[in-house]
């Protein structure tokens, strides 16, 4: 897993079938990513609409939020309706895990991204990283710190 002061690998990956995003795009902004497993599952849910709750905060410390996952677009479209979630969900889905791996964070056992969060800061700089078991919503409260201490 890649950790503090690591340059965060640029990437390119699909919000939507037609839309693409890249890490590159958030420069001069502070980005939390969110990598989990997949989904539809109960802790995954949980997290996101977490995360969803609390952008109004993200936004105060100057910050993007971006969920990754191995799942398909048209999944992670199902599931931010049903979630009614205001935040890209990206797809690192071909070539399977990709950026998953850029990041140290790809489980090669079940093929899925691992629970794992990032805050880089504005020039693009990891300046906090944290891995979480599978069945664990690991919160906000890390990211609040790490985001404060950006200040």
């Keep these: 897993m890649l950790e503090k002061g690591t340059p965060a690998p640029d990437f390119e990956l699909h919000a939507t079938p037609d839309q693409?995003?890249?890490?590159?795009?958030?420069?001069?902004?502070?980005?939390?990513?969110?990598?989990?497993?997949?989904?539809?599952s109960p802790v995954c849910g949980d997290q996101v609409s977490l995360y969803n709750e609390m952008?109004?905060?993200?936004?105060?410390?100057?910050?993007?939020?971006?969920?990754?996952?191995?799942d398909s677009t048209w999944c992670h479209?199902?599931?931010?309706?049903?979630?009614k979630l205001h935040f890209p969900l990206l797809a690192d889905f071909n070539p399977k895990g990709e950026v998953s791996k850029a990041y140290g964070?790809?489980?090669?056992?079940?093929?899925?991204?691992?629970?794992?969060l990032f805050v880089i800061d504005p020039?693009?700089?990891?300046?906090?990283?944290?891995?979480?078991?599978?069945?664990?919503?690991?919160?906000?409260?890390?990211?609040?710190?790490?985001?404060e201490?950006?200040?």
């Design 55 to 70: 952008l109004s905060i993200f936004h105060k410390y100057n910050a993007d939020i971006l969920g990754i996952s191995v």
């Design 77 to 83: 479209d199902a599931f931010m309706e049903n979630r």
């Design 149 to 151: 201490n950006l200040k």
């Design 105 to 116: 964070v790809y489980n090669e056992e079940n093929g899925t991204s691992k629970r794992a």
């Design 20 to 40: 693409t995003l890249k890490r590159s795009d958030f420069l001069g902004k502070n980005l939390i990513l969110v990598f989990y497993p997949a989904d539809w």
């Design 123 to 147: 020039a693009g700089i990891i300046q906090w990283s944290y891995l979480s078991p599978d069945g664990i919503n690991p919160g906000a409260d890390g990211i609040i710190d790490a985001l």
